[in-house]
């Protein structure tokens, strides 16, 4: 059983800064990319920040959010600086995986947090 366990959601003022944590744990063969999404009320679940082969940013956040990995801790992290009420939003971590027994690559999504900006 393959699991995605988020943290670091909460409340903050605009310009404020949030960090997001997500593990990834179980019977592992290799992760592939590991990323992060949101959806916001009424709207469609967007990509925000991917990291694989290479990384990638949604627009709206370049030069804002900075996403990393700790590939020995299986841990993949968002940086969010300047935040935005626009920023409001569950966030959820996605990783494309091969688990043990190995039988394909496939896409795992955490639980979501909640991020929300507002004063």
């Known amino acids: 059983q393959v699991q995605l366990v988020e943290s670091g959601g909460g409340l903050v003022q605009p310009g404020g800064s949030l960090r997001l944590s997500c593990a990834a744990s179980?019977?592992?063969?290799?992760?592939?990319?590991m990323g992060w999404y949101r959806q916001a009320p009424g709207k469609q679940r967007e990509l925000v920040a991917v990291?694989?082969?290479?990384?990638n940013y949604a627009d709206s956040v370049k030069g804002r959010f900075t996403i990393s990995r700790d590939n020995a801790k299986k841990t993949v992290y968002l940086q969010m600086n300047s935040l935005k009420a626009e920023d409001t939003a569950v966030y959820y971590c996605?990783?494309?995986?091969?688990?043990?027994?190995?039988?394909?690559?496939?896409?795992?999504w955490g639980q979501g947090t909640q991020v929300t900006v507002s004063s």
């Open positions: 996605n990783a494309n995986l091969v688990r043990m027994p190995v039988d394909g690559t496939r896409a795992y």
């Open positions: 179980g019977s592992i063969f290799r992760i592939y990319a």
């Open positions: 990291s694989g082969d290479n990384t």
